[in-house]
C-alpha cells in the first residue's frame, strides 16, 4: 500500500492547491504535509526492500534496491523543496515580484512534478517509466516559464522540443527491446523481469542499436553531453526551488532509466558494450562542463553545468564498473544533498541581491552570513574536498578505472580539478569580495534558512557515516547494475 499512498498523496495535493483561494500559507501547508506523507510512505517501502529484496504495491508498482534509493531520493529532496518553497514564494510575492495565482500555480505543477518522478521509479513496465518521464517534462516547462520574461519562455520551449525529441528516440528504443516480449506471446503487463526472461531471443545487433537510442533519448533528459544544451538555460531560467529539483532529482530519474535497460545489455551482448559507451559520455560531459565552468558569469548556470559534470562522474563510475558502480550510487546520494543546498543557498542570494550575475554579487558573508556559510558548505562538497563524501566517491571511481582506462582517468582527474579551481574563483568572488553597495545585513526568514540547515546536517553527517540501511541498498544496487 505504500506506494499507492505516495502517488494517490501526489494527485490529491494536486488537487487540493487548486481549490485554494487566496491563503498562500494553506498551500505551503498542503505541500509540507503532502511531501511529509510521501517521505514516511518511502521509509516504509525502502525497509521492505531492504528486508526482502523488493516490494511490490498493488499489482502495478514495484521498486527494488536502486528503485528504493531513488525514491528516497525524490522523497527527501520533495520535502526540503516544499518547505523551502513556501517561504520563497512568500518573499517574492512580497517584493511583488509574482501573485497569488502565481504561486497557486506553481504549488499544483510541483505535485504533478513529484507525482510523475514517483510513478517513473515504482512501474515496472517501460513504456509507463518513459510516459511518465515525458510528463516531467511538461510540468516543469511551465515552471520554467514560471515568471514570462523572454528568455525564461525561450529556455521552456527550448527545454520542451529537445527533451521531447530525445525522449522520442529514447520511446523509439524502448520498442525494440519489447518486441521479443511480445514475439514470445506473453500476455499483461510487460515488465523489467519478463524482458530479462526473453534476453535469449534478441539479436546482439538489434540490442546494440536500441541500447543507443536509450542512452541518446534518455541521456538528453539526463544532461550528458552533447544532448546537454537545453540544462543551462532551464536550471537558470525556473525557480530556484524547483532548479534544485531538476538537478538534485530529475537528472538521476533520467540516468535510473538507462540502468533499467543498461541490465538486459549486459545479459543480452555482455557488460563490454554499454560501459565504453558510459566511460565515453561520461569523460565528455566531465571535460566539457569543467571548461565552461571556469568562465562562467551566472551562478545559477555554473551550477548547472556542475550537474552536468557530476552526471558524466556517475556515468563514468558505471561504466568502470565493480567498485565504481557501488561509487556511482553514492556519488548520486551526495550530490543530490550538496546541489540542493547550493541552489536553495544562491535562492537566498538571489532574494537579496536580485541578481544571478556573479559580477553583481559581492560580500555575501558579511550579508548574509547563514547563506555564505552554507554556500560555501555546500562549494567544498560538491568539488570533492574532504571530508565530504564526494572526495570519497571520486577518488573510488577514478581507483576503479586507472588500470583498465589510464588515459579517460587522467582525463577525468583534470577536469575535475579544473572544476575546482573555476568554482574556488567564482565563490570566492561572491562570498568574500567587499560589499560596496552598503547592502543592508539579515537574511530573508527562517522558511528560506530551515530546510538549508537540514540538507547541510545530512550532507555533513552522510559524509562521515553512511546509514547502514543505504549502504545495503548500494551494495544491492550496484551487483544487480
Not at 517521505?39 to 517501502?45: D, G, H, M, P, R
Not at 587522467?410 to 575546482?420: R, S
Request: positive net charge; contains cysteine; hydrophobic residues 55%.
Amino acid at each position: 500500500m505504500a506506494l499507492s499512498f505516495i502517488i494517490a498523496t501526489a494527485c490529491i495535493a494536486s488537487c487540493l492547491s487548486f481549490f485554494v483561494k487566496k491563503k498562500m500559507d494553506t498551500l505551503g501547508m498542503i505541500a509540507m504535509i503532502a511531501s511529509l506523507g510521501e517521505l514516511t510512505a518511502t521509509v516504509i517501502a525502502s525497509a521492505a526492500v531492504v528486508k526482502n529484496g523488493s516490494y511490490a504495491s498493488a499489482v502495478y508498482f514495484s521498486i527494488d534496491s536502486l528503485g528504493a534509493i531513488l525514491l528516497i531520493l525524490v522523497a527527501v529532496i520533495g520535502f526540503i523543496v516544499s518547505w523551502y518553497s513556501a517561504g520563497y514564494l512568500k518573499a517574492e510575492v512580497a517584493k511583488k515580484i509574482i501573485g497569488f495565482r502565481r504561486v497557486r500555480q506553481y504549488f499544483i505543477l510541483l505535485h504533478l512534478f513529484l507525482f510523475a518522478m514517483f510513478f517513473a521509479i515504482i512501474t515496472p513496465n517501460p513504456i509507463m517509466m518513459w510516459i511518465a518521464i515525458e510528463a516531467t517534462t511538461l510540468s516543469t516547462a511551465f515552471l520554467i516559464s514560471f515568471y514570462n520574461k523572454p528568455s525564461a519562455m525561450e529556455a521552456a520551449w527550448k527545454y520542451l522540443i529537445i527533451n521531447s525529441v530525445g525522449l522520442l528516440l529514447g520511446f523509439f528504443g524502448t520498442l525494440l527491446f519489447l518486441y521479443p516480449a511480445l514475439q514470445a506471446g506473453q500476455e499483461g503487463l510487460i515488465t523489467w523481469q519478463s524482458i530479462r526472461a526473453n534476453v535469449s531471443g534478441f539479436d546482439p545487433f538489434v540490442v546494440k542499436i536500441a541500447f543507443i537510442f536509450i542512452l541518446i533519448g534518455y541521456g538528453t533528459k539526463m544532461g550528458l553531453v552533447p544532448m546537454h544544451t537545453w540544462l543551462p538555460d532551464a536550471h537558470s531560467k525556473a525557480p530556484v526551488p524547483i532548479s534544485g529539483l531538476l538537478s538534485g532529482v530529475l537528472l538521476n530519474i533520467a540516468f535510473f532509466a538507462i540502468l533499467r535497460f543498461k541490465t538486459v545489455v549486459d545479459l543480452a551482448v555482455g557488460r563490454q558494450f554499454s560501459q565504453e559507451l558510459l566511460i565515453f559520455f561520461g569523460i565528455i560531459s566531465i571535460l566539457v562542463s569543467a571548461f565552461i565552468i571556469f568562465v562562467q558569469k551566472n551562478y545559477k548556470r555554473l551550477l548547472a553545468y556542475s550537474s552536468i559534470e557530476h552526471m558524466g562522474v556517475m556515468a563514468l563510475g558505471f561504466g568502470f564498473g565493480g567498485i565504481g558502480a557501488s561509487a556511482a550510487l553514492l556519488h548520486m546520494i551526495y550530490h543530490s544533498l550538496a546541489k540542493s543546498l547550493l541552489f536553495l543557498s544562491s535562492g537566498n542570494i538571489f532574494l537579496k541581491y536580485s541578481s544571478t550575475k556573479i559580477i553583481r554579487i559581492k560580500g555575501v558573508m558579511s550579508v548574509l552570513p547563514f547563506t555564505g556559510v552554507s554556500f560555501i558548505i555546500g562549494f567544498l562538497a560538491i568539488t570533492g574536498v574532504p571530508p565530504f563524501g564526494i572526495f570519497i566517491t571520486e577518488f573510488t571511481i577514478l581507483s576503479a578505472g586507472i588500470q583498465n582506462h589510464p588515459v579517460v582517468t587522467t582525463m577525468a582527474l583534470f577536469g575535475l580539478t579544473l572544476v575546482f579551481i573555476g568554482f574556488f574563483k567564482h565563490t570566492v568572488a561572491m562570498i568574500f569580495g567587499e560589499n560596496e553597495t552598503g547592502m543592508q545585513r539579515g537574511e530573508a526568514g527562517p522558511w528560506t534558512m530551515a530546510p538549508v540547515v537540514i540538507l547541510a546536517v545530512m550532507l555533513t553527517i552522510t559524509s562521515i557515516y553512511v546509514p547502514s540501511f543505504i549502504a545495503l541498498l548500494i551494495n544491492a544496487a550496484s551487483l544487480a547494475y
